[in-house]
C-alpha cells in the first residue's frame, strides 16, 4: 500500500519562499497523479497543485506563477515550491496520489507571517 510523507513545512515570512516535499513508499508503481492540496483555519480542504504523469500540471489561480509543482520519479517524491508567499496561503499542505484508491498524506503546517 504507498504511503505518503510530507516534509519541509513551518514558518516564512510574506514574500519569503518554501519547498514541500512529499515522499512515496509502498506500491509506489500504482502511483499516476499526484497533487497538493490544502485546508486553511476554517477552509474547506482545496487543490493547490497537480502532476499527472504525463508532466502535465495544473494550479489553483490562487498560486499560479507563485507556486511550482515538480516530480523526481527517481525519488519516488513529488515537491512543492512555493514563492512570494501570502499570510492566505497559511494552511495544512496534503499530498495526495492517485492509485487505485486515493492516498493521502498526513500533512505539514506552513504558517506566513506579515
Known amino acids: 500500500q504507498v504511503q505518503l510523507v510530507e516534509s519541509g513545512g513551518g514558518g516564512v515570512q510574506a514574500g519569503g519562499s518554501l519547498r514541500l516535499s512529499c515522499a512515496a513508499s509502498?506500491?509506489?508503481?500504482?502511483?499516476?497523479?499526484m497533487a497538493w492540496y490544502r485546508q486553511g483555519p476554517g477552509k474547506q480542504r482545496e487543490l493547490v497543485a497537480v502532476?499527472?504523469?504525463?508532466?502535465?500540471?495544473n494550479y489553483a489561480d490562487s498560486v499560479k506563477g507563485r507556486f511550482t509543482i515538480s516530480r523526481d520519479y527517481a525519488k519516488n517524491t513529488v515537491y512543492l515550491q512555493m514563492n512570494s508567499v501570502k499570510p492566505e496561503d497559511t494552511a495544512v499542505y496534503y499530498c495526495?496520489?492517485?492509485?487505485?484508491?486515493?492516498?493521502w498524506g498526513k500533512g505539514t503546517l506552513v504558517t506566513v507571517s506579515s
Open positions: 509502498g506500491g509506489i508503481f500504482k502511483i499516476s497523479g
Open positions: 495526495w496520489a492517485a492509485t487505485p484508491v486515493s492516498v
Open positions: 502532476a499527472t504523469s504525463d508532466g502535465i500540471t
